[in-house]
T-cell receptor, first 113, second 112 residues
Framework: AQSVTQLGSHVSVSEGALVLLRCNYS??????LFWYVQYPNQGLQLLLK??????LVKGINGFEAEFKKSETSFHLTKPSAHMRDAAEYFC???????????FGKGTRLHILP | GAVVSQHPSWVICKSGTSVKIECRSL??????MFWYRQFPKQSLMLMAT?????????EQGVEKDKFLINHASLTLSTLTVTSAHPEDSSFYIC????????FGPGTRLTVL
């Protein structure tokens, strides 16, 4: 069975500081990995995805994530936080592009002025 | 990118009534759609897999007789919450599989 663990239900960073949201996965097959963002009372927006190509994945809004098989990790980073980045972030895993997606519990990102 | 719509975007109903939520893929055909549920301040939990022309596959703990899923065409799946109760109040999100998986905007259900 697949699963993801997001470390930290809440993360606070100052505006302009580095954003690091941690995600570790468990999968018996080569995984597809995703990061989604959800703003209050809205649906999901895909930030980026890993599908067994390049291990460093660049996404929208300046975010990127690195797939590290040895660490079973897929941490999300952004060099400089903006106020508009405040939202809920979900790491997710699936076995394929057309397979069900298993979500982590989410991390609420707070941006401090 | 591909667009998935849900209707209604929000609905309020009385306890004991049934509510139907539609999920449509607007510019692609989707043999498979998924239904998720998100309770306040929680993550998305998969409820069921909807396959066009066949019965849905439900996740453990999801009552198939309560959450009726119909996927009658390649662009439409419906979720009917039967005899809704306040504990069914949640955010219901669908996704449709084209060349990748695309999520709908969600439907907020409030049962009074």
């Amino acid at each position: 069975a697949q699963s993801v663990t997001q470390l930290g239900s809440h993360v606070s960073v100052s505006e302009g500081a580095l954003v690091l949201l941690r995600c570790n996965y468990s999968s018996s097959v080569p995984p597809y990995l995703f990061w989604y963002v959800q703003y209050p009372n809205q649906g999901l927006q895909l930030l980026l995805k890993y599908t067994s190509a390049a291990t460093l994945v660049k996404g929208i809004n300046g975010f990127e994530a690195e797939f590290k098989k040895s660490e079973t990790s897929f941490h999300l980073t952004k060099p400089s936080a903006h106020m508009r980045d405040a939202a809920e972030y979900f790491c997710a895993v699936s076995e394929g592009a057309d397979d069900k997606i298993i979500f982590g519990k989410g991390t609420r990102l707070h941006i401090l002025p | 990118g591909a667009v998935v719509s849900q209707h209604p975007s929000w609905v309020i109903c009385k306890s004991g009534t049934s509510v139907k939520i539609e999920c449509r893929s607007l510019d692609f055909q989707a043999t498979t759609m998924f239904w998720y549920r998100q309770f306040p301040k929680q993550s998305l939990m998969l409820m069921a897999t909807s396959n066009e022309g066949s019965k849905a596959t439900y996740e453990q703990g999801v009552e198939k007789d309560k959450f009726l899923i119909n996927h009658a065409s390649l662009t439409l799946s419906t979720l009917t919450v039967t005899s809704a109760h306040p504990e069914d109040s949640s955010f219901y999100i669908c996704s449709a599989v084209g060349n990748e998986q695309f999520f709908g905007p969600g439907t907020r259900l409030t049962v009074l």
